[in-house]
């Protein structure tokens, strides 16, 4: 086990530089997102308003059936996006399909806090602050570590096919790469719970008492 964390720290020092630039790419989604949203047209924001207020209505009508159907949901969101990173990882063309789909996730973020706040002011600040953060505590950082993992693990493929002097076990380093990723998404099956059963619930009390 310790090792095992040795050899994880290791990774990560030797890595940095991609991790950095992943949080970077992430960053840049965001503002992107919150800029895409003031240049929306009047008729745009209020048609899409319009479908969020029904959301709203909604969710404030969700009851506990309702809730394990949407834990189903996020849980096989969750494995879908990363069996799709997992996959783009250990293949050699993966690794640009790796930077547009976490710079997209960070894009839809930032438009969703951008979206609400523009529309609601701070009652839109405290829907995202209940709605939108709990779980993305978790979920971020797993997602950006899971695209460096992915990024890196393509990055050593590239170099054992194209660089023949450079030989690195793969068997093994595909074997921890696999672990990483059960943890991670082990990790967002809490990430899922927090969303479904917490933040929902956060949602449900602040929704009705925003529109009593």
Not at 10 to 17: A, C, E, K
Not at 71 to 95: A, E, T
Not at 154 to 167: E, Y
């Amino acid at each position: 086990m310790q090792q095992g964390m040795r050899m994880v720290k290791n990774d990560v020092q030797t890595h940095m530089n991609i991790f950095v630039f992943i949080f970077v790419l992430f960053i840049m989604g965001m503002i992107f997102g919150a800029v895409i949203v003031n240049s929306m047209n009047f008729v745009q924001k209020q048609d899409l308003f319009f479908y969020l207020k029904q959301f709203f209505e909604q969710q404030t009508m969700i009851g506990g059936t309702g809730k394990a159907t949407l834990w189903k949901d996020s849980v096989l969101y969750h494995l879908k996006y990363m069996l799709l990173l997992f996959l783009l990882g250990i293949s050699v063309i993966g690794m640009p399909i790796i930077t547009v789909l976490l710079f997209l996730k960070g894009l839809v973020i930032g438009f969703s806090v951008g979206f609400l706040v523009n529309q609601m002011g701070w009652y839109g600040l405290l829907i995202s602050s209940v709605s939108i953060a709990p779980q993305n505590v978790i979920i971020i950082p797993v997602y950006l570590i899971a695209g460096s993992l992915a990024l890196i693990f393509s990055l050593t493929l590239c170099k054992q096919l194209f660089i023949r002097r450079v030989h690195q076990p793969i068997m093994k380093g595909f074997v921890r790469y696999s672990a990483l990723f059960g943890a991670l998404i082990a990790i967002l099956m809490v990430s899922s719970v927090v969303e479904v059963f917490l933040s929902n619930t956060f949602l449900e009390y602040v929704l009705k008492w925003i529109y009593k």
